[in-house]
């Protein structure tokens, strides 16, 4: 039994948006990552998907995609993308796939550890950020708070987190999430949202205050799913 991971995978079989617009490297990317999970993953195998999954704007749009993503190996923990308009309510998602588990404000199990997560958001003193993105960060750091106490309670102490957006700003400044994160003893915290050469360099990597973050976008992973655990 092993533990993956891969964010962005933006697949779009029921709208036009290629991805290729982002570089070549984006070419075909879907089979890529089709391709690499079918390599590596086994059924007992879990995959977290760390959002922005479909370009659908609805649930009909894309649902084409989610059952792709639902027929390959392992079971498969989503959190929210900022571009995932088509998620609905974590209740009627969770209905849709018995391989395929959402999560917002709660948590799943994989062997010892508590895989709690959420959004995220952009943190202050980025470069996007503005006055209307306050609130929205900490109601998303309060979300993912929710999860992680859940964990607690049920007597879990290893956990590892699952974010679409990054942990910190631009600057990679400590942030709301990051001090939850070494308040909880959180292991580990794997996110995406990131994209291109000169963004990558705006995710935090490795270990800060006994936290490893692990950046696992689809085009920095070059679309080839990164083990977390064995």
């Not at 570089?23 to 391709?35: A, F, L, P, Y």
């Not at 992680?148 to 990679?172: C, F, M, Q, S």
């Not at 709301?176 to 935090?204: A, D, N, P, Q």
Request: aromatic fraction near 14%.
């Amino acid at each position: 039994m092993s533990l993956y991971a891969i964010g962005d995978l933006h697949f779009s079989t029921s709208v036009n948006k290629p991805m290729n617009i982002f570089g070549d490297n984006w070419d075909n990317h879907e089979i890529k990552i089709i391709d690499s999970w079918r390599l590596k993953v086994k059924p007992e195998d879990t995959v977290l998907v760390l959002g922005d999954t479909s370009w659908g704007i609805n649930l009909e749009e894309a649902k084409s995609d989610l059952d792709i993503i639902s027929e390959l190996p392992g079971q498969k923990f989503f959190v929210k993308g900022n571009h995932d308009y088509w998620w609905t309510t974590v209740t009627n998602l969770n209905k849709l796939y018995d391989n395929c588990k959402f999560m917002q404000t709660n948590f799943y199990e994989y062997g010892e550890y508590a895989i709690c997560g959420g959004r995220g958001w952009i943190c202050p003193n980025d470069v996007k950020f503005d006055s209307k993105d306050e609130q929205i960060y900490k109601r998303e750091e309060n979300r993912i708070r929710i999860s992680l106490e859940a964990a607690r309670k049920n007597g879990y102490e290893k956990i590892i987190v699952v974010t679409h957006y990054p942990p910190t700003n631009d600057k990679l400044e400590e942030s709301l999430f990051t001090r939850l994160y070494e308040e909880y003893k959180v292991e580990k915290v794997i996110y995406g949202h990131l994209h291109g050469r000169e963004s990558f360099k705006m995710g935090l990597k490795g270990i800060r205050n006994g936290v490893e973050y692990i950046l696992a976008s689809c085009d920095y992973l070059n679309f080839d799913l990164i083990k977390i655990l064995d």
